[in-house]
């Protein structure tokens, strides 16, 4: 298929989306592209979507705590959001921030291969535990499968 312009081929991903069941999430690096999120939000080729705030790669935006609040003003209402923190040590304040401010948690070595204290994490395990802590110290509990599903209005598998 040809597209005339990038609009057109945005609206045919997203409509396979739709058919297949599949949530779109959008990956911001800059606060342009949150604001992009917002427009396509507006002109109705997506109905709820899902920001994952990507934080501290090099060129793009970094690990801040004050920015991470600052992009809360740029979302769609009751739009869910996470962070995606890439870095060592600095990036667990801000983990600690999005737990505060109601966001989803995600982590693993993909992004850093550091714990709080600074220490090398051993695995996935150690870093999740972590993060999980992160959401207690906020007084939020980890959610389970099916709370998770509901949350992502995602519709649970069947077993064949």
């Known amino acids: 298929m040809v597209f005339d312009n990038p609009v057109e081929k945005i609206q045919a991903f997203l409509d396979v989306m739709h058919e297949t069941g ?19 939000h507006k002109a109705g080729m997506t ?15 970094p690990a801040d705590v004050d920015l991470l609040a600052l992009l809360l003003r740029w979302i769609e209402s009751n739009a869910l959001w996470q962070t995606t923190l890439i870095g060592r040590a600095e990036v667990w304040s801000v983990h600690q921030r999005t ?17 709080p204290d600074g220490t090398r994490a051993s695995g996935n395990g150690v870093l999740i535990e972590a993060l999980a802590g992160c959401a207690r110290n906020a ?5 389970s499968v099916a709370e998770a599903r509901e949350m992502l209005g995602l519709v649970a598998l069947v077993a064949v």
């Open 22 to 40: 599949t949530h779109p999430e959008f990956e911001c690096f800059d606060v342009g592209i949150v604001r992009s999120v917002g427009m396509f």
């Open 47 to 61: 109905s709820h979507p899902e920001y994952n705030f990507v934080m501290g790669v090099a060129s793009g935006m």
């Open 99 to 115: 737990a505060e401010l109601g966001g989803m948690l995600r982590t693993g070595l993909e992004d850093t291969f550091y714990l």
């Open 139 to 143: 007084g939020r509990e980890v959610a």
